[in-house]
């Protein structure tokens, strides 16, 4: 059987279907509802789709598909409807990519294109837009939306629920904090301004006086500096009228839910209105599948390629919403959605009061982090249960508080199953087949002497699912001896699972004898006896999680029990203060002119937040296309036995299949730059798990799935190769070996020093996970063998000329074009070219348009990430500090091809100084070939690498030495005229003055003391603090990608198109550029329009990327507007300075003058010779530095940062706003690098395990610092600097900016190993070398020290795993005898 297939479900009786026939004979089915206001009646629904699906068919492409799993929140759309539960209308932010067709019969489906356009914009809209909210604009819709609905059903909501409303949305480019303000204007805690219908509609909240003191009205800090405060009221702001919102359609009010079905023999859809419906169908069809909410059913039909041919969506049956609060409990419907329960528990617990109330508390609790809003809409607790995953987050609630579970089935009418009962073995429960879940009793706790409590640990807070996760009960009678308990955990065994031996050895004893602790942690030992290789890792993190909550509760309860105060750092979990933060705008205006250095919001942010803006897959469909979907090996090396797609070809829809045999010759089937060797299709043999075999065409995208799926492919595995230790030791290399070499030969350095320490420094890789995945239409022309190639791509040239190889045609055949990119950061500067090329062959092939866009699984399959890194240092230094030399041995793992492999190398290699100043220096780096995916460009391309690796020694080197880092810092810093080890003199070189100002305007010493203060007062949580600098390069390190082209037409009505090279993915490159072309033919930004990149416009582009897009791009604008200007120089004189571009274009076209030009420009003076050591490598640098302050808590490994503030020198901005948003992102995205964002491959298989939003982190909305300040460098001239504006770039630098968390969290870790109780490490069991992975206590070189080895990114288990302490000890597993862990970090 094909590997794609599963096997089929055997058929259901024949007497079963013809039962299930007469339960749904004379059911409707059309499904009524209406969308955006509009009334629609749906017949012949195809019952395969899925909301979005049918959304974004009929046109409405402003909802997204980011990921199709309910983690990214793009699709966010609304849906109203009147809620039996409550019976209220209730507007739901749902994932329209989850949400069953059949789910919005009888509701109001309200998408973004529903609430406003650009030109009537909805108050929510336009502020996230005007605040600069959206960058790429992906994400925005779903933002939108998630925001709509809250401020729908309160129009005045508090701060908290502002920042909660936004847990199932993710943004890869903003940072989040201007989308932040935008949405706090809603909030209760603005100034009335912002709700002024709630004010009396007339707008001002100083009427009737009762404005704030001080005048109208809010005042955003964080936008406004010293500025007037800013009004969200007319003219420059719509103002919020919750009167004037599309009304909930009057004829739903009446609308009386109908038992519908619908569908063919492959999926049928029933929604039944009665539990008796209900009833009769599982009755009849045991196998019938209920669907809740669906968001557990759809992936597993998305993504496991389950098939439900009957599927029930019981949401709309009252009986299952509803709740009673009982005498002494509470019964809630098996499908109540979370959110209500969530209202339900919370009112409960009103009714109970805080002592009985606890099992809601616990409830509530879960909720709070339970996935996203849009998840909790829908999902429910009925769903939650059946699908007994060992990881659920109320299963161990409901279990630990002896709750009941009432089932009913026609057969047997209404019966219960204890909770304790219910879970059977991995998702498999005791309800029978023809049983449904109808209701959940929850009983409410004794009114003294019970304590209940639920605890979670993720690795992200937000929407994630557990590592561990727990609820833990006891009761006790009035001698503080246990009467009862039950200790539930999840994570920690194939099911929900009871401690038993800890709960039998408990029961009986004194609570609050610390021998009774020892014995109960000795007890939870033997119930968790995890090996080292268990699968889904952290064998000693879990363990860990399990006993810090038992402890964690203990210790809460033993404190009341006795009378006394918790010992709150114990007790409290780290909670967040609501966001805040500043820009400091007032750096920039000494530098604006008329149009250039003014901030503007992005020129695409209206049609970002009504949806208009097109991207790839928005495209209408072209007449006759054909969508691809690509066949991925699933082996990480293999040879390819057999490829046969016959069965494919069989299915209905499929049209063709496409592979290697294909392309014009065999050649044609490679590329790749600078080495052209990776193939579009695998010929005989596989080198990673996702590279492509081929291609199914069919005639849906759906059908291409299906045909791929069926599509038999058979391996002879081969050794893979997947860590860069591994590739080291087998000398896996690509064939590139740079070094940079300054000063004496490096072993006379060293030994020229004091003392030499020496290191291992190893990093993760960083998926892109920009929100639009790779897409692709591909249209063939009828002559002469051209094509039209769309594609989201930071690279049309590349695209160009691969595409034209591989078809074998000239470049001049094929035209390359983007709109814009939902994000790239260098993930698209190369990978983009892989799908572009297969859509063109199949559509050569097929002569047809054919089109693609991956899913998020496939694209972190095939597009490769940024590089992980693994370096061998040793520096010598004085014992005053002062550095000496430093001798590197870095390594990348490049994966399976080169792609950019060893540009990245090169650049690491010349960051690897940091900011500092080294006598000799010799550094050498070599890329590693794996059988991992390709590796490629991201955001800082091997600079952030390089300075991670730069700020390690800087730590360690402090740490042996027994300095403060900051000491070490200072003494080494690089001033102006000092030489680079590359020797390129450093100059406007700012960073002494950066970090200077950074430490002034934060406190920086007043904070260290304060940190420490608090360190030495706090056991179980500690707070660190980091300040670190960068400088980053700016420049192209192949000489030949530095330049880029313009072309400026001037129509004679004075409009102006412009085209230049670079593409727009969010980075406000086109808004920079019009505001340059604006400025230099001194018209309005509102008169110049980019349609788009494109390589029949502008030739030969490099790729937007390396931060100089504004540089290059912005001076070869310059340049064409230049030649304009001398052209339309006689008619400015001829007809006066107030001349508008209509006449004087109008005058000089009469007059046979060209209108158009070309602009080009190179950048001068660099040419950098490796080996030679000589010329210049960089044009200049970006500069920044940071300073951030987390706290952890040292039992669980949670952490947050408080405060962050970032300070750039980016010379004279051209847009602020787009700047401030640039060094934002970058920071977070850097954060995440750095602490969250974990690559993982499943060890036994070589395959990546991290394929979507579901297990792969990266910040949310609540990730960013608490406190977030973002300043420029004012009042220093950059005399040296020749950009245009003097701007500097500012895309990359303040990426490894993020790095400053992680140094942060580090020292406070310290602090934590430095206390008595933090047993020294390198004594511990946990600091065996290896043995834990990334955290390592380690022996410097002189023997004497514990210097700590924090390997990046500190995730929540590195953080724990590092405060080694006597319950860490427990928690220890050894391998054994060849055991590994379960999943492999490259
Ligand atoms: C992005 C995302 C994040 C998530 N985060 C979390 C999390 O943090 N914690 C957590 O615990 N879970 C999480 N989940 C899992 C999931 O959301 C929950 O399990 C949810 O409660 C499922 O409810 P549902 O109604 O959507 O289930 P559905 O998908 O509709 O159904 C799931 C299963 O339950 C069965 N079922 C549903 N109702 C009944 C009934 N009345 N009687 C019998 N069987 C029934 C279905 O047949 C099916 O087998 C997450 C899921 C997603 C997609
Ligand atoms: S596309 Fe639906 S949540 Fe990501
Ligand atoms: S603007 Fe949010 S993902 Fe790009």
Same mark, same amino acid.
């Given at each position: 059987?094909?590997?794609?297939?599963?096997?089929?479900?055997?058929?259901?009786?024949?007497?079963?279907?013809?039962?299930?026939?007469?339960?749904?004979?004379?059911?409707?089915?059309?499904?009524?509802?209406?969308?955006?206001?509009?009334?629609?009646?749906?017949?012949?629904?195809?019952?395969?789709?899925?909301?979005?699906?049918?959304?974004?068919?009929?046109?409405?492409?402003?909802?997204?598909?980011?990921?199709?799993?309910?983690?990214?929140?793009?699709?966010?759309?609304?849906?109203?409807?009147?809620?039996?539960?409550?019976?209220?209308?209730?507007?739901?932010?749902?994932?329209?990519?989850?949400?069953?067709?059949?789910?919005?019969?009888?509701?109001?489906?309200?998408?973004?294109?529903?609430?406003?356009?650009?030109?009537?914009?909805?108050?929510?809209?336009?502020?996230?837009?005007?605040?600069?909210?959206?960058?790429?604009?992906?994400?925005?819709?779903?933002?939108?939306?998630?925001?709509?609905?809250?401020?729908?059903?309160?129009?005045?909501?508090?701060?908290?629920?502002?920042?909660?409303?936004?847990?199932?949305?993710?943004?890869?480019?903003?940072?989040?904090?201007?989308?932040?303000?935008?949405?706090?204007?809603?909030?209760?805690?603005?100034?009335?301004?912002?709700?002024?219908?709630?004010?009396?509609?007339?707008?001002?909240?100083?009427?009737?006086?009762?404005?704030?003191?001080?005048?109208?009205?809010?005042?955003?800090?964080?936008?406004?500096?010293?500025?007037?405060?800013?009004?969200?009221?007319?003219?420059?702001?719509?103002?919020?009228?919750?009167?004037?919102?599309?009304?909930?359609?009057?004829?739903?009010?009446?609308?009386?839910?109908?038992?519908?079905?619908?569908?063919?023999?492959?999926?049928?859809?029933?929604?039944?209105?009665?539990?008796?419906?209900?009833?009769?169908?599982?009755?009849?069809?045991?196998?019938?599948?209920?669907?809740?909410?669906?968001?557990?059913?759809?992936?597993?039909?998305?993504?496991?390629?389950?098939?439900?041919?009957?599927?029930?969506?019981?949401?709309?049956?009252?009986?299952?919403?509803?709740?009673?609060?009982?005498?002494?409990?509470?019964?809630?419907?098996?499908?109540?959605?979370?959110?209500?329960?969530?209202?339900?528990?919370?009112?409960?617990?009103?009714?109970?009061?805080?002592?009985?109330?606890?099992?809601?508390?616990?409830?509530?609790?879960?909720?709070?982090?339970?996935?996203?809003?849009?998840?909790?809409?829908?999902?429910?607790?009925?769903?939650?249960?059946?699908?007994?995953?060992?990881?659920?987050?109320?299963?161990?609630?409901?279990?630990?508080?002896?709750?009941?579970?009432?089932?009913?089935?026609?057969?047997?009418?209404?019966?219960?199953?204890?909770?304790?009962?219910?879970?059977?073995?991995?998702?498999?429960?005791?309800?029978?087949?023809?049983?449904?879940?109808?209701?959940?009793?929850?009983?409410?706790?004794?009114?003294?002497?019970?304590?209940?409590?639920?605890?979670?640990?993720?690795?992200?807070?937000?929407?994630?699912?557990?590592?561990?996760?727990?609820?833990?009960?006891?009761?006790?009678?009035?001698?503080?001896?246990?009467?009862?308990?039950?200790?539930?955990?999840?994570?920690?065994?194939?099911?929900?699972?009871?401690?038993?031996?800890?709960?039998?050895?408990?029961?009986?004893?004194?609570?609050?004898?610390?021998?009774?602790?020892?014995?109960?942690?000795?007890?939870?030992?033997?119930?968790?006896?995890?090996?080292?290789?268990?699968?889904?890792?952290?064998?000693?993190?879990?363990?860990?999680?399990?006993?810090?909550?038992?402890?964690?509760?203990?210790?809460?309860?033993?404190?009341?029990?006795?009378?006394?105060?918790?010992?709150?750092?114990?007790?409290?979990?780290?909670?967040?203060?609501?966001?805040?933060?500043?820009?400091?705008?007032?750096?920039?205006?000494?530098?604006?002119?008329?149009?250039?250095?003014?901030?503007?919001?992005?020129?695409?942010?209206?049609?970002?937040?009504?949806?208009?803006?097109?991207?790839?897959?928005?495209?209408?469909?072209?007449?006759?296309?054909?969508?691809?979907?690509?066949?991925?090996?699933?082996?990480?090396?293999?040879?390819?036995?057999?490829?046969?797609?016959?069965?494919?070809?069989?299915?209905?829809?499929?049209?063709?299949?496409?592979?290697?045999?294909?392309?014009?010759?065999?050649?044609?089937?490679?590329?790749?730059?600078?080495?052209?060797?990776?193939?579009?299709?695998?010929?005989?043999?596989?080198?990673?798990?996702?590279?492509?075999?081929?291609?199914?065409?069919?005639?849906?995208?759906?059908?291409?799935?299906?045909?791929?799926?069926?599509?038999?492919?058979?391996?002879?595995?081969?050794?893979?190769?997947?860590?860069?230790?591994?590739?080291?030791?087998?000398?896996?290399?690509?064939?590139?070996?740079?070094?940079?070499?300054?000063?004496?030969?490096?072993?006379?350095?060293?030994?020229? +020093?004091? #003392? $030499? /320490?020496?290191? !291992?420094?190893? &990093? *993760? @890789?960083?998926?892109?996970?920009?929100?639009?995945?790779?897409?692709?239409?591909?249209?063939?022309?009828?002559?002469?063998?051209?094509?039209?190639?769309?594609?989201?791509?930071?690279?049309?040239?590349?695209?160009?000329?691969?595409?034209?190889?591989?078809?074998?045609?000239? +470049?001049? #055949? $094929? /035209?390359?074009? !983007?709109?814009? &990119? *939902? @994000?790239?950061?260098?993930?698209?500067?190369?990978?983009?070219?892989?799908?572009?090329?297969?859509?063109?062959?199949?559509?050569?092939?097929?002569?047809?348009?054919?089109?693609?866009?991956?899913?998020?699984?496939?694209?972190?399959?095939?597009?490769?990430?940024?590089?992980?890194?693994?370096?061998?240092?040793?520096?010598?230094?004085?014992?005053? @500090?002062?550095?000496?030399?430093?001798?590197?041995?870095?390594?990348?793992?490049?994966?399976?091809?080169?792609?950019?492999?060893?540009?990245?190398?090169?650049?690491?290699?010349?960051?690897?100084?940091?900011?500092?100043?080294?006598?000799?220096?010799?550094?050498?780096?070599?890329?590693?070939?794996?059988?991992?995916?390709?590796?490629?460009?991201?955001?800082?391309?091997?600079?952030?690498?390089?300075?991670?690796?730069?700020?390690?020694?800087?730590?360690?080197?402090?740490?042996?030495?027994?300095?403060?880092?900051?000491?070490?810092?200072?003494?080494?810093?690089?001033?102006?005229?000092?030489?680079?080890?590359?020797?390129?003199?450093?100059?406007?070189?700012?960073?002494?003055?950066?970090?200077?100002?950074?430490?002034?305007?934060?406190?920086?010493?007043?904070?260290?003391?304060?940190?420490?203060?608090?360190?030495?007062?706090?056991?179980?949580?500690?707070?660190?603090?980091?300040?670190?600098?960068?400088?980053?390069?700016?420049?192209?390190?192949?000489?030949?990608?530095?330049?880029?082209?313009?072309?400026?037409?001037?129509?004679?009505?004075?409009?102006?198109?412009?085209?230049?090279?670079?593409?727009?993915?969010?980075?406000?490159?086109?808004?920079?550029?019009?505001?340059?072309?604006?400025?230099?033919?001194?018209?309005?930004?509102?008169?110049?329009?980019?349609?788009?990149?494109?390589?029949?416009?502008?030739?030969?582009?490099?790729?937007?990327?390396?931060?100089?897009?504004?540089?290059?791009?912005?001076?070869?604008?310059?340049?064409?507007?230049?030649?304009?200007?001398?052209?339309?120089?006689?008619?400015?004189?001829?007809?006066?300075?107030?001349?508008?571009?209509?006449?004087?274009?109008?005058?000089?076209?009469?007059?046979?003058?060209?209108?158009?030009?070309?602009?080009?420009?190179?950048?001068?003076?660099?040419?950098?010779?490796?080996?030679?050591?000589?010329?210049?490598?960089?044009?200049?640098?970006?500069?920044?530095?940071?300073?951030?302050?987390?706290?952890?808590?040292?039992?669980?490994?949670?952490?947050?940062?408080?405060?962050?503030?970032?300070?750039?020198?980016?010379?004279?901005?051209?847009?602020?706003?787009?700047?401030?948003?640039?060094?934002?992102?970058?920071?977070?995205?850097?954060?995440?690098?750095?602490?969250?964002?974990?690559?993982?491959?499943?060890?036994?298989?070589?395959?990546?395990?991290?394929?979507?939003?579901?297990?792969?982190?990266?910040?949310?909305?609540?990730?960013?610092?608490?406190?977030?300040?973002?300043?420029?460098?004012?009042?220093?001239?950059?005399?040296?600097?020749?950009?245009?504006?003097?701007?500097?770039?500012?895309?990359?630098?303040?990426?490894?900016?993020?790095?400053?968390?992680?140094?942060?969290?580090?020292?406070?870790?310290?602090?934590?190993?430095?206390?008595?109780?933090?047993?020294?490490?390198?004594?511990?069991?946990?600091?065996?070398?290896?043995?834990?992975?990334?955290?390592?206590?380690?022996?410097?070189?002189?023997?004497?020290?514990?210097?700590?080895?924090?390997?990046?990114?500190?995730?929540?288990?590195?953080?724990?795993?590092?405060?080694?302490?006597?319950?860490?000890?427990?928690?220890?597993?050894?391998?054994?005898?060849?055991?590994?862990?379960?999943?492999?970090?490259?």
């Amino acid at each position: 059987m094909a590997p794609g297939l599963t096997t089929p479900r055997p058929a259901a009786p024949k007497e079963n279907i013809d039962a299930l026939q007469q339960v749904v004979a004379g059911w409707d089915n059309t499904l009524t509802f209406f969308l955006n206001g509009t009334k629609v009646e749906l017949e012949n629904i195809d019952p395969e789709v899925t909301l979005l699906e049918y959304l974004r068919g009929a046109g409405l492409t402003g909802t997204k598909l980011g990921c199709a799993e309910g983690g990214c929140g793009a699709c966010t759309v609304v849906i109203s409807q009147l809620n039996p539960t409550t019976k209220k209308v209730y507007h739901a932010s749902v994932n329209a990519c989850l949400a069953p067709l059949v789910s919005v019969d009888g509701k109001h489906v309200i998408t973004v294109e529903g609430i406003g356009s650009s030109t009537r914009p909805h108050p929510v809209q336009e502020r996230i837009a005007l605040m600069h909210g959206s960058q790429c604009g992906f994400c925005t819709p779903g933002i939108v939306m998630s925001l709509y609905a809250l401020v729908r059903n309160n129009p005045s909501p508090t701060e908290h629920e502002v920042e909660e409303a936004f847990d199932g949305n993710l943004c890869r480019c903003t940072g989040y904090r201007p989308i932040l303000d935008a949405a706090h204007t809603f909030s209760s805690a603005a100034s009335p301004c912002s709700k002024a219908a709630s004010n009396g509609g007339s707008g001002c909240c100083m009427d009737g006086g009762s404005g704030p003191a001080g005048g109208c009205c809010k005042k955003m800090k964080s936008l406004d500096g010293d500025e007037p405060p800013q009004r969200f009221t007319p003219p420059n702001f719509i103002e919020y009228r919750p009167d004037t919102e599309l009304i909930f359609p009057p004829s739903l009010h009446k609308y009386e839910m109908k038992a519908v079905a619908f569908g063919n023999k492959k999926k049928r859809w029933l929604r039944p209105v009665t539990m008796s419906q209900l009833l009769e169908i599982k009755n009849a069809l045991p196998s019938s599948k209920i669907i809740g909410g669906s968001t557990e059913t759809q992936i597993e039909v998305k993504f496991k390629n389950a098939q439900y041919t009957n599927s029930v969506y019981v949401g709309d049956i009252a009986e299952l919403k509803e709740f009673k609060i009982g005498d002494n409990d509470l019964t809630i419907g098996g499908n109540i959605t979370l959110t209500d329960l969530e209202k339900v528990a919370k009112d409960t617990l009103a009714h109970f009061g805080p002592e009985r109330g606890q099992p809601f508390v616990a409830i509530i609790k879960q909720l709070e982090y339970f996935a996203g809003r849009q998840i909790r809409n829908v999902g429910t607790p009925g769903g939650n249960l059946a699908t007994a995953s060992p990881i659920s987050d109320l299963n161990p609630v409901f279990v630990a508080t002896n709750s009941t579970l009432v089932a009913q089935s026609l057969e047997d009418g209404e019966f219960e199953i204890p909770m304790t009962k219910f879970f059977k073995g991995y998702r498999t429960t005791a309800l029978p087949p023809n049983a449904i879940i109808k209701a959940i009793r929850v009983p409410a706790a004794a009114p003294k002497g019970e304590f209940v409590r639920a605890y979670k640990q993720s690795k992200r807070k937000d929407d994630d699912i557990a590592i561990v996760t727990a609820a833990l009960r006891v009761r006790l009678n009035n001698d503080s001896v246990v009467e009862d308990v039950n200790l539930v955990y999840g994570g920690m065994a194939p099911t929900t699972v009871q401690a038993k031996k800890a709960i039998e050895y408990l029961h009986g004893k004194k609570w609050g004898d610390p021998e009774v602790l020892e014995n109960a942690m000795n007890a939870l030992e033997e119930d968790f006896p995890l090996k080292y290789g268990v699968p889904g890792g952290m064998a000693v993190y879990r363990k860990s999680l399990a006993f810090g909550f038992f402890y964690r509760f203990w210790h809460d309860t033993t404190a009341i029990v006795a009378g006394k105060t918790v010992e709150e750092d114990l007790v409290n979990e780290i909670k967040r203060n609501i966001s805040t933060g500043t820009r400091d705008n007032t750096a920039a205006k000494a530098y604006e002119q008329k149009v250039l250095g003014k901030s503007k919001e992005h020129v695409a942010a209206m049609k970002q937040v009504t949806g208009e803006a097109q991207y790839t897959d928005d495209m209408p469909l072209q007449q006759g296309e054909l969508h691809a979907c690509l066949v991925l090996s699933t082996k990480a090396h293999a040879k390819l036995l057999k490829v046969d797609p016959s069965a494919a070809l069989e299915l209905p829809g499929v049209k063709g299949w496409v592979d290697h045999t294909d392309l014009p010759t065999p050649d044609a089937n490679f590329w790749g730059a600078p080495v052209r060797h990776e193939p579009f299709f695998a010929v005989d043999e596989v080198h990673t798990d996702g590279q492509p075999i081929g291609a199914i065409v069919a005639s849906t995208a759906a059908q291409a799935a299906a045909g791929a799926r069926a599509v038999l492919v058979e391996y002879e595995d081969l050794p893979a190769i997947l860590t860069t230790e591994e590739a080291i030791e087998k000398e896996s290399f690509f064939n590139h070996h740079h070094y940079i070499r300054k000063g004496r030969p490096i072993t006379e350095a060293l030994a020229s +020093a004091d #003392r $030499v /320490v020496t290191g !291992v420094v190893k &990093l *993760g @890789g960083q998926e892109h996970f920009y929100l639009e995945t790779n897409a692709s239409v591909a249209i063939p022309k009828r002559e002469g063998g051209e094509i039209e190639v769309w594609s989201s791509t930071q690279n049309p040239t590349e695209t160009q000329s691969f595409v034209a190889h591989a078809l074998g045609v000239p +470049a001049n #055949r $094929v /035209v390359a074009k !983007v709109k814009r &990119l *939902g @994000g790239g950061f260098g993930g698209k500067e190369t990978r983009s070219i892989q799908l572009s090329g297969i859509c063109a062959i199949a559509a050569k092939k097929m002569g047809k348009p054919v089109r693609c866009m991956l899913n998020r699984d496939e694209d972190m399959r095939t597009s490769g990430a940024r590089h992980p890194f693994l370096a061998y240092w040793k520096v010598g230094v004085n014992n005053d @500090g002062k550095l000496v030399a430093l001798d590197v041995d870095v390594y990348c793992n490049g994966g399976w091809t080169q792609d950019l492999s060893a540009a990245v190398t090169d650049r690491a290699l010349s960051h690897i100084d940091g900011v500092y100043k080294f006598e000799s220096v010799d550094v050498r780096g070599t890329p590693c070939r794996t059988n991992t995916v390709s590796n490629t460009a991201f955001r800082g391309f091997g600079g952030p690498q390089g300075m991670f690796i730069a700020e390690t020694y800087m730590e360690e080197v402090a740490d042996h030495l027994g300095m403060p880092v900051d000491k070490l810092r200072e003494i080494n810093l690089y001033h102006e005229g000092d030489m680079t080890h590359f020797n390129q003199e450093l100059k406007d070189y700012h960073v002494p003055l950066l970090i200077k100002q950074l430490k002034e305007e934060s406190n920086y010493d007043s904070r260290r003391k304060a940190v420490d203060d608090f360190n030495a007062t706090h056991k179980w949580k500690k707070r660190g603090l980091s300040l670190l600098a960068t400088k980053f390069g700016i420049s192209f390190t192949a000489l030949f990608l530095n330049q880029a082209g313009a072309l400026v037409h001037i129509y004679h009505d004075g409009s102006i198109l412009l085209a230049h090279g670079g593409t727009e993915m969010g980075q406000g490159l086109h808004t920079k550029m019009i505001q340059i072309a604006a400025e230099a033919l001194q018209v309005s930004p509102d008169s110049i329009h980019i349609a788009e990149t494109a390589t029949n416009t502008v030739a030969n582009t490099s790729a937007t990327a390396a931060s100089a897009s504004s540089d290059l791009n912005g001076y070869a604008i310059f340049n064409a507007c230049e030649q304009l200007n001398e052209r339309l120089q006689p008619y400015r004189e001829k007809l006066g300075p107030d001349a508008t571009m209509e006449q004087l274009a109008t005058a000089a076209y009469f007059d046979r003058v060209n209108l158009s030009a070309n602009g080009f420009y190179k950048t001068p003076d660099i040419g950098y010779i490796w080996g030679a050591n000589s010329g210049q490598m960089f044009f200049y640098f970006t500069q920044g530095a940071a300073l951030a302050e987390v706290e952890i808590d040292c039992l669980t490994g949670d952490w947050t940062c408080l405060r962050a503030d970032v300070k750039m020198d980016i010379g004279r901005s051209i847009n602020p706003a787009i700047d401030y948003g640039q060094i934002e992102g970058a920071f977070v995205q850097g954060q995440g690098l750095f602490t969250m964002e974990e690559l993982l491959w499943t060890r036994n298989n070589g395959r990546l395990f991290t394929t979507g939003p579901g297990n792969y982190k990266i910040p949310g909305f609540r990730d960013v610092p608490q406190e977030f300040n973002v300043s420029m460098l004012k009042d220093v001239e950059w005399k040296e600097l020749r950009t245009i504006q003097r701007s500097r770039g500012v895309g990359e630098p303040p990426l490894f900016l993020g790095a400053s968390v992680f140094f942060a969290i580090r020292d406070a870790v310290k602090a934590r190993r430095r206390d008595g109780e933090g047993v020294a490490p390198a004594k511990t069991a946990m600091a065996a070398k290896g043995v834990v992975d990334g955290v390592d206590g380690v022996d410097g070189v002189d023997g004497e020290k514990d210097v700590l080895r924090f390997r990046s990114p500190a995730t929540t288990e590195r953080i724990r795993l590092a405060c080694a302490d006597e319950i860490l000890r427990r928690a220890y597993v050894a391998p054994e005898e060849g055991e590994d862990e379960w999943f492999v970090t490259i």
